[in-house]
């Protein structure tokens, strides 16, 4: 928060003379778009992961009722069972 009256260029070069050369004075409008950037990237990639586990559960779910069928189709046909 600035004083009233405070000139803020004087402000940021006197707060970047201070700090390390690693660290950087930025506006909260800067940040606060920087922070919604991240989040939407983290919102991205958790869509993309269940994306993936969807897949992944609808393979391993249909792969084991084709196990299921043929087992049950081997039961009553034993003739298709033999070949």
Do not use: H, W, Y
């Not at 260029?9 to 506006?27: N, S």
């Amino acid at each position: 928060m600035l004083a009233p009256g405070a000139d803020l260029a004087r402000v940021r070069a006197g707060i970047r003379a201070v700090l390390p050369a690693a660290l950087a004075v930025d506006t909260l409008a800067q940040r606060k778009a920087d922070i919604g950037r991240v989040i939407g990237a983290l919102s991205a990639m958790l869509g993309a992961i269940s994306l993936i586990g969807l897949i992944a559960a609808f393979l391993i779910a249909s792969n084991r009722l084709s196990g299921v069928f043929e087992r049950r189709l081997g039961d009553r046909c034993p003739a298709r069972r033999a070949s």
